[in-house]
């Protein structure tokens, strides 16, 4: 029967260099919300007859982003490598506008958050599109699990 979605998701601990409570929290946020719904279809793996469900190991490798997809037992199936040159750009701004939210929710108006948090879904909805785009035949997703990835190659690139 097939289920194309993600079951289970891991960030190569080796990879994240550094983290505070507010990255702790949106990574937790993001992996519950991935897990509880997702839809995830790597294209070659599907057609060789794994229908889902998958296992999703990202990591970063010489400036690439390695998404390891295993069976649900664990058993290898594909790596793809996605050069992150396109991605620079937003990860560094969606640094940039997250730095400027987590401050504005310890001292700004509720006005100035709004304003600061719709930015920051701008930029993060951008990005969900750039991956749709580079996962183009290769996976087949949707916005909102793309959008959960993004916050998670994110958490790899965080640096003290």
């Not at 930015?119 to 699990?145: M, S």
Request: proline fraction near 2%; include cysteine.
């Amino acid at each position: 029967m097939s289920d194309p979605r993600i079951s289970h998701i891991e960030l190569d601990e080796a990879t994240i260099l550094w983290r505070n409570a507010d990255i702790e929290q949106e990574r937790r946020i993001a992996i519950f919300d991935l897990i509880e719904e997702n839809s995830f279809k790597p294209l070659r793996s599907f057609a060789a007859g794994h229908e889902g469900p998958y296992r999703l190991r990202l990591s970063v490798k010489d400036g690439r982003l390695v998404l390891e997809i295993a069976d649900e037992d664990g058993g290898e199936l594909e790596s793809l490598i996605l050069g992150l040159g396109r991605f620079r750009r937003p990860i560094r701004e969606y640094f940039a506008i997250c730095d400027s939210y987590y401050q504005a929710i310890r001292k700004a108006t509720a006005q100035e958050i709004e304003t600061i948090d719709m930015a920051r879904r701008g930029i993060h909805n951008e990005a969900a599109e750039l991956l749709l785009e580079r996962l183009d035949g290769k996976v087949e997703t949707d916005f909102d699990t793309a959008r959960r990835l993004f916050t998670l190659i994110c958490v790899l690139h965080i640096r003290g």
